[in-house]
């Protein structure tokens, strides 16, 4: 099975980015869900927009049912967590919500699964006057080796496959603006 750490690195480094720099975008919006082993169920939003940012957390605890305010200037400390899964996989399925993946993994094998779904998109105008929008949506999975004895699900990437949905760092480039002027 493909371990995609650097890919969820590189994806956590790309919200970093975001929120340290809000002069750099003409908007952003992101949010992570991080659906953890221990039950509990992390909601992060944010965006940026000229020049400003804001953002806000939640954490849901699925076993008791208790819900609170989680702080959203950590957020990066908890998604962090992530990392101590022994395998960081890629989902490839067509379910979109957090506990659809946890419940699609789960079911074809691989129990005591980790799901962290990220999604990114922002807008940005290019010299030129073109509009640029980047867009990241990763699912990770994480999970444990020793859950992983010939188990190999569908709904998980291999290197090399292209998804219409997955994707980190797409680009959609909008035409450029033209005025017109009485001259």
Known sequence: MDDYRSEFFDTIQELCDIAEGPTLFDQAVWKAEYLTRSGHWYHYYGIVRGGKAAS??????CRTGISHDADAHTFVFTLLGFATNDVIASYCGGRYAATDILEEVESS??????VL???VEVRERLGCGRSVMTVTDFAFVGLLQNRLENVKP?????????SPKWCRGRRFIGSAAHFV???
């Open 181 to 183: 002027g009485n001259g």
């Open 117 to 119: 779904r990220i999604g």
């Open 109 to 114: 094998g691989l129990q005591s699964s980790e």
């Open 154 to 162: 569908r709904c998980l990437s291999s290197r090399g496959q292209v």
């Open 56 to 61: 806000i957390g939640h954490d849901y605890d």
